[in-house]
Protein backbone atom coordinates (compact mmCIF):
# COMPACT_ATOMS: atom_id res chain seq x y z
CA UNK A 1 0.00 0.00 0.00
CA UNK A 2 1.77 3.45 -1.32
CA UNK A 3 1.23 6.25 1.80
CA UNK A 4 2.40 9.80 0.93
CA UNK A 5 2.70 11.77 4.44
CA UNK A 6 3.10 15.93 4.46
CA UNK A 7 4.00 17.52 7.23
CA UNK A 8 4.96 21.22 7.79
CA UNK A 9 2.39 23.21 7.61
CA UNK A 10 0.92 25.91 10.41
CA UNK A 11 0.47 29.18 10.95
CA UNK A 12 2.35 32.11 9.95
CA UNK A 13 2.36 35.63 9.16
CA UNK A 14 2.60 37.34 5.83
CA UNK A 15 5.93 37.58 4.46
CA UNK A 16 7.06 34.29 6.37
CA UNK A 17 8.19 31.24 5.06
CA UNK A 18 7.46 27.39 5.47
CA UNK A 19 8.83 24.20 4.49
CA UNK A 20 6.31 21.26 3.60
CA UNK A 21 7.67 17.86 3.62
CA UNK A 22 5.95 15.03 2.13
CA UNK A 23 7.44 11.40 2.56
CA UNK A 24 6.26 8.50 0.96
CA UNK A 25 6.53 4.69 2.25
CA UNK A 26 4.84 1.26 1.43
CA UNK A 27 5.16 0.51 -2.29
CA UNK A 28 8.44 2.14 -3.99
CA UNK A 29 7.76 5.21 -5.58
CA UNK A 30 10.86 5.54 -7.14
CA UNK A 31 9.22 5.67 -10.54
CA UNK A 32 6.78 8.15 -9.76
CA UNK A 33 6.62 11.98 -10.25
CA UNK A 34 5.13 14.51 -7.55
CA UNK A 35 3.24 17.28 -7.32
CA UNK A 36 1.65 19.37 -5.20
CA UNK A 37 -1.44 21.04 -5.02
CA UNK A 38 -3.52 23.03 -2.64
CA UNK A 39 -7.48 23.26 -1.49
CA UNK A 40 -8.72 26.55 -0.08
CA UNK A 41 -12.59 26.15 1.90
CA UNK A 42 -14.94 26.42 -1.16
CA UNK A 43 -12.46 25.93 -3.45
CA UNK A 44 -11.12 23.33 -6.42
CA UNK A 45 -8.17 21.74 -5.61
CA UNK A 46 -5.48 24.08 -7.81
CA UNK A 47 -2.00 22.63 -8.94
CA UNK A 48 0.77 24.71 -7.22
CA UNK A 49 4.39 22.77 -8.19
CA UNK A 50 5.39 19.78 -9.64
CA UNK A 51 8.56 17.85 -10.46
CA UNK A 52 10.13 14.56 -12.14
CA UNK A 53 11.30 12.22 -10.18
CA UNK A 54 13.91 10.96 -12.68
CA UNK A 55 14.02 13.64 -15.40
CA UNK A 56 14.01 16.21 -12.41
CA UNK A 57 11.92 18.40 -14.64
CA UNK A 58 10.16 21.56 -12.40
CA UNK A 59 6.92 23.59 -12.70
CA UNK A 60 5.19 26.02 -10.77
CA UNK A 61 1.69 27.67 -10.97
CA UNK A 62 1.93 30.81 -11.62
CA UNK A 63 1.00 32.29 -8.56
CA UNK A 64 3.64 31.11 -6.99
CA UNK A 65 6.32 31.40 -8.87
CA UNK A 66 9.63 33.06 -7.89
CA UNK A 67 8.54 32.49 -4.38
CA UNK A 68 8.20 28.61 -3.82
CA UNK A 69 10.40 26.42 -4.81
CA UNK A 70 10.36 22.57 -5.01
CA UNK A 71 12.82 19.52 -4.58
CA UNK A 72 13.67 16.28 -3.79
CA UNK A 73 15.50 13.50 -1.90
CA UNK A 74 16.10 10.83 -3.76
CA UNK A 75 17.26 8.70 -0.84
CA UNK A 76 14.67 9.79 1.37
CA UNK A 77 12.17 9.48 -1.41
CA UNK A 78 10.83 12.64 -0.03
CA UNK A 79 10.10 15.82 -1.77
CA UNK A 80 9.65 19.22 -0.26
CA UNK A 81 7.78 22.71 -0.56
CA UNK A 82 10.01 25.42 0.13
CA UNK A 83 7.90 28.58 0.53
CA UNK A 84 8.67 31.81 0.90
CA UNK A 85 7.42 35.80 1.23
CA UNK A 86 3.69 34.00 2.18
CA UNK A 87 0.56 35.90 1.84
CA UNK A 88 -2.88 34.95 2.85
CA UNK A 89 -4.25 34.01 -0.48
CA UNK A 90 -1.72 30.81 0.37
CA UNK A 91 -3.97 29.91 3.02
CA UNK A 92 -5.33 26.03 2.25
CA UNK A 93 -4.56 22.64 2.64
CA UNK A 94 -1.76 21.40 0.68
CA UNK A 95 -1.52 18.16 -0.88
CA UNK A 96 1.43 16.00 -2.09
CA UNK A 97 0.81 13.82 -4.94
CA UNK A 98 1.85 11.07 -7.20
CA UNK A 99 1.93 10.01 -10.41
CA UNK A 100 3.59 7.80 -12.71
CA UNK A 101 3.72 11.01 -14.78
CA UNK A 102 3.40 14.05 -13.50
CA UNK A 103 1.00 16.83 -14.94
CA UNK A 104 -0.66 20.09 -13.56
CA UNK A 105 -4.13 18.29 -13.46
CA UNK A 106 -5.33 16.60 -9.90
CA UNK A 107 -7.18 13.70 -11.36
CA UNK A 108 -4.09 12.19 -12.92
CA UNK A 109 -2.84 11.53 -9.85
CA UNK A 110 -4.04 8.40 -8.01
CA UNK A 111 -2.07 8.49 -4.98
CA UNK A 112 -2.75 11.16 -1.97
CA UNK A 113 -1.54 12.14 1.15
CA UNK A 114 -3.38 13.40 3.67
CA UNK A 115 -2.78 17.06 3.18
CA UNK A 116 -1.27 19.51 5.75
CA UNK A 117 -2.84 23.06 6.73
CA UNK A 118 -1.13 25.75 5.88
CA UNK A 119 -2.34 29.57 7.64
CA UNK A 120 -1.07 32.71 6.47
CA UNK A 121 -2.29 35.51 8.74
CA UNK A 122 -2.21 39.21 7.54
Known amino acids: QVQLVESGGGLVQAGGSLRLSCAAS????????RGWFRQAPGQEREFVALIGWTSGSIDYANSVKGRFTISKDNAMKSVYLQMDSLEPEDTAVYYC???????????????WGQGTQVTVSS
Open 97 to 111: AAALKATTTAIEYPF
Open 26 to 33: GRSLSSYD
